[in-house]
C-alpha cells in the first residue's frame, strides 16, 4: 500500500474510533446513568461548600 494512503487511512480512524466509542455512551445514556449514581457524593461535596451568596 502507499504511504500516503496509510496515512490518510491513519487520518480517518481516528474520528471512526472515537465516534465507535461515544455512540454507545450517547445511546445508553450512560453518562447520565454513571452522573446518578454520584449524585449523592457529589451534594455531600456541594453541600459543604461555604456560601457567600447575599441577595
Not at 40 to 52: A, E, G, I, V
Amino acid at each position: 500500500m502507499p504511504k500516503p494512503l496509510k496515512i490518510v487511512l491513519k487520518i480517518l480512524a481516528v474520528p471512526v474510533i472515537f465516534f465507535a466509542v461515544t455512540f454507545p455512551i450517547y445511546f445508553f445514556n450512560l453518562d447520565m446513568k454513571m452522573t446518578s449514581k454520584l449524585e449523592p457524593f457529589l451534594l455531600k461535596h456541594y453541600d459543604n461548600l461555604p456560601r457567600d451568596a447575599h441577595l
